[in-house]
């Protein structure tokens, strides 16, 4: 019969973070450090000045620290985990957790539960936030444990971000990646579409902000937001699976609705929007809160502009 091992999170748990010394991967070492968690971190550029400035050890001896650690967290590119998992997870010891931070989960998953040894827990984990965030309150984390084997591990993780004021959904793997196709894949390339347009156009983005109604400025901050950002990640969000499907179907809308409005048929037009806003659910609450963002946002340029 199998036996659940007992976590107990006021011990100091060994936390070896592969990716580190990037920019997610230091997030999650202060995190961790701060929840009382010996954290040591590594990466390939060997930035042992990152280590310090955090406040944990590098891992000189990467595998020999994998075999010692209690949970082995990875923060690397989606392209690159397969291969990580493969050369790592094998040292590890059981009893012990392998994560990962990857925004996508299917081949993650089926890549920590092949190599992962007997006896190791495996946990997917989705953080919904960038790296630029200050607290994890009311920021949202998915979690994708590995069927069978996650028992000990998983309530412990979530009471952690719970307690901080997260908000944690458990999902699987393949439901995890058909919702990102739709809540990164697309969102992300219809503001990459907006910028792009934008370049194509020359626009003038900065002088065009003195004619903006609030309501697209705060749009525009959001391209600008995804644009200020390492395109890495946002190149390798599009490659999940479902995504072509969904780009697809996004670009026939677009194609659909500019004929409409090229013909001149504003009542097609006026159509197609009914239906998608039949579609939509909660329009009256997106309105309400909506109008919020909007009042504070107005509220804090004018304290900006009498400061």
């Not at 985990?81 to 997870?89: D, F, G, Q």
């Amino acid at each position: 019969m199998k036996t659940m091992k007992t976590i107990d999170l006021k011990t100091k748990n060994r936390m070896l973070i592969v990716g580190g010394t990037g920019g997610t991967g230091s997030w999650f070492a202060r995190y961790f450090k701060d929840h009382g968690f010996l954290v040591s971190v590594w990466g390939p550029s060997g930035r042992v000045d990152v280590a310090e400035r955090l406040g944990v050890e590098f891992a000189h001896d990467l595998l020999a620290e994998v075999a010692d650690s209690d949970i082995v967290l990875l923060s690397v590119p989606i392209k690159e985990t397969a291969k990580v998992v493969e050369e790592l997870a094998p040292r590890m010891q059981p009893g012990s957790l392998l994560m990962d931070v990857t925004s996508l989960k299917s081949e993650p998953m089926r890549a920590m539960m092949r190599w992962a040894p007997e006896g190791v827990e495996v946990l997917g984990t989705h953080p919904m936030f960038g790296p630029t965030i200050s607290t994890i309150r009311g920021q949202t984390v998915i979690l994708v444990p590995a069927e069978g084997r996650c028992d000990s591990w998983l309530l412990p993780m979530e009471e952690i971000f719970r307690e901080d004021g997260a908000r944690v959904e458990v999902l699987g793997a393949e439901e995890h990646d058909h919702i990102m196709a739709v809540v990164q894949a697309l969102t992300h390339f219809a503001y990459i579409s907006i910028g792009s347009t934008l370049r194509s156009l020359d626009f003038d983005v900065a002088h065009s902000r003195r004619f903006m109604s609030p309501v697209y400025e705060i749009m525009i901050d959001f391209v600008g937001r995804i644009l200020a950002q390492g395109p890495e990640l946002y190149a390798s969000i599009q490659e999940n699976p479902e995504a072509e499907r969904v780009r697809e179907t996004y670009i026939d809308e677009c194609k659909r609705l500019a004929k409409l409005a090229n013909d001149g048929d504003l009542s097609g037009f006026m159509d197609a929007m009914r239906s998608a806003a039949d579609h939509f659910e909660g329009r009256d609450e997106a309105l309400a809160r909506s109008d919020r963002l909007i009042s504070l946002w107005i509220e804090k340029r004018e304290e900006g502009r009498r400061g």
